[in-house]
């Protein structure tokens, strides 16, 4: 079974500086896909990003990069020049062939963000 | 473009009662997905479709939940009877198509079960 760890709960960042989200994963599929979904308080999940682990370099999106180390099965989210908007729960999560052709997400616990003015 | 839409926004039933929750995938979007969010966790799938075909429905408890998408477009999933533990916020997502396409999620419904 796929799953999906998220060690840090909660962190903080200052406005305007930079902050990374861990995410480790453990599987033994050699063909996968990792995201990072933000879920603000108002609960509409929203993809940030998102990496193919065939591809060997890390995904970019504006101000949000990922470091992804496929021999570590780590998935980290660096969040540059953080905005008050950017506050949220990050949700890091995982899909790879579930059978039958269909393919399943699966979530970590999530981080909470907050970002200080 | 219109996102994915969810009704009722929040809920709050007894326990042993019965509930429905509705949703509207994106326009185009073959394959809809029902996630079960309990409070401090990520999101967990209970049933996902292609068109108005069940694909994976492993993880949705069947003796009390069941859902439907009889036209392939709209999907309710419906609690008979509820429990305590039911009490999360039902998200209901959409994608293109059924492999690695993106999901695109609704503002969820929250459930209080009494």
């Known amino acids: 079974a796929q799953t999906v760890t998220q060690s840090q709960p909660e962190m903080s960042v200052q406005e305007a500086e930079t902050v990374t989200l861990s995410c480790t994963y453990d599987t033994s599929e050699n063909n996968y896909y990792l995201f990072w979904y933000k879920q603000p308080p108002s609960r509409q999940m929203i993809l940030v990003i998102r990496q193919e682990a065939y591809k060997q370099q890390n995904a970019t999106e504006n101000r949000f990069s990922v470091n992804f180390q496929k021999a570590a099965k780590s998935f980290s989210l660096k969040i540059s020049d953080s905005q008050l908007g950017d506050t949220a729960m990050y949700f890091c999560?995982?899909?790879?062939?579930?059978?039958?052709?269909?393919?399943?997400?699966?979530f970590g616990k999530g981080t909470k963000l907050s970002v200080i003015p | 473009e219109a996102g994915v839409a969810q009704s009722p926004r929040y809920k709050i039933i007894e326990k042993r009662q019965s509930v429905a929750f509705w949703c509207n995938p994106i326009s185009g979007h073959a394959t809809l997905y029902w996630y079960q969010q309990i409070l401090g966790q990520g999101p967990k799938l209970l049933i996902q479709f292609q068109n108005n075909g069940v694909v994976d429905d492993s993880q949705l408890p069947k003796d009390r939940f069941s859902a439907e998408r009889l036209k392939g477009v709209d999907s309710t999933l419906k609690i008979q009877p509820a429990k305590l533990e039911d009490s999360a916020v039902y998200l209901c997502?959409?994608?293109?198509?059924?492999?690695?396409?993106?999901?695109?999620f609704g503002p969820g419904t929250r459930l209080t079960v009494l």
């Open positions: 997502a959409s994608s293109l198509g059924l492999r690695t396409d993106t999901q695109y």
């Open positions: 999560a995982f899909m790879t062939s579930s059978g039958a052709g269909s393919y399943q997400l699966t």
